[in-house]
């Protein structure tokens, strides 16, 4: 029979062949997962035998990420601002910039908001943060895709969270109750053009969600509308939180001023690049 350490050996070299990213690290964390060992244990039993049953089991995620799925899909769970999630092609996977806009935006508040609301919601990363975050904070979740909607209720669930956001199927604001008024909306919307999307890597755009990905008008059609459409929905004091593009910023921030808010700013992500719109209702 064949080593922990040999199929480690085996799976990096078949998946250096496949150009897959980090190869060593993607087969451990693969060979970890199934074997229900993390990494600094999988060091420790690089002699053990593999038998064929845990073979078996691991066989099929190897060729799924060979295959160019993502390791998130692949292993069906992700880690996000100290939450672990459930993850499948039924959301967006979520990225350390989106854990920044999380930071980003509560960091802005003048106060822990009391209400929030997190826009395009996916797998609920950002709303169930917030709400590990902010235990006073009653937030609401919105997406347009049923899939979503379920996959962030079972995360609700799986994180003891569900008690503490409510979930709807909105376009944006559009099935909002009236009055429905927020200290904070965050959001992480598509933003790239066709064009971006198409020049992602394989991962990407054959295995993500297109609608969670590519907006028209060049990747501006859905942030010009959470902008445009925002202010009735802040509370005096409150703001919105939009992750964007890096080239999209100098006409989202006038859009803001234009439809209203008092102040805006642009922060950076974790390169460096202006990646976060920020802005303020007086």
């Known amino acids: 029979m ?3 350490l040999e199929i480690i050996k085996k ?8 150009s897959i990213e ?3 690290l993607q087969a451990e964390l693969i060979i970890g997962h199934v074997l229900g060992l993390k990494r600094m244990q999988l060091y420790l039993q690089f002699e053990r035998p593999l038998a064929e049953p845990e073979l078996e089991k691991i066989r099929p995620l190897v060729r799924r990420r060979s295959q160019r799925e993502p390791l998130q899909y692949v292993l069906g769970e992700t880690e996000f601002h100290g939450l672990h999630l459930k993850m499948d092609r039924r959301a967006l996977i979520p990225r350390p910039e989106t854990e920044l806009l999380v930071v980003s935006a509560l960091a802005a508040c003048v106060a822990p908001p009391a209400r929030v609301l997190d826009l395009g919601t996916g797998s609920g990363a950002i709303a169930l943060a917030i ?3 902010v235990p006073g904070a009653a937030v609401t979740a919105v997406d347009l895709s049923d899939e979503a909607l379920a996959l962030a209720r079972e995360n609700a669930v799986s994180t003891g969270l569900g008690e503490r956001v409510a979930f709807l199927k909105s376009s944006w604001f559009a099935s909002l109750p009236a009055g429905a008024c927020f200290e904070l909306i965050v959001a992480n919307p598509p933003y790239l053009s066709a064009d971006e999307t198409a020049a992602t890597a ?3 755009r054959a295995y ?3 609608q969670a990905l590519t907006s028209a ?3 501006y059609a859905d942030l010009r509308i959470i902008i445009a459409g925002a202010l009735p929905f802040v509370a005096p004091g409150g703001l919105i939180a939009l992750e964007t593009g890096i080239a999209q910023h100098a006409e989202l921030l006038a859009l803001a001023l234009s ?4 102040r805006t700013e642009s922060r950076q992500d974790l390169t460096g690049r202006d990646r976060f719109v920020l802005a303020w209702r007086a």
Do not use: N, Q
């Not at 799976?11 to 496949?18: C, L, Q, R, V």
């Not at 439809?259 to 008092?262: M, Q, T």
């Open 2 to 4: 064949l080593t922990v």
């Open 11 to 18: 799976t990096t070299d078949f998946f250096a062949g496949k």
């Open 22 to 24: 980090s190869p060593r």
């Open 131 to 133: 709400a590990k975050e």
């Open 202 to 204: 394989p991962e990407v």
């Open 208 to 210: 993500e969600p297109a």
């Open 217 to 219: 008008d060049g990747g």
């Open 259 to 262: 439809s209203g808010f008092d």
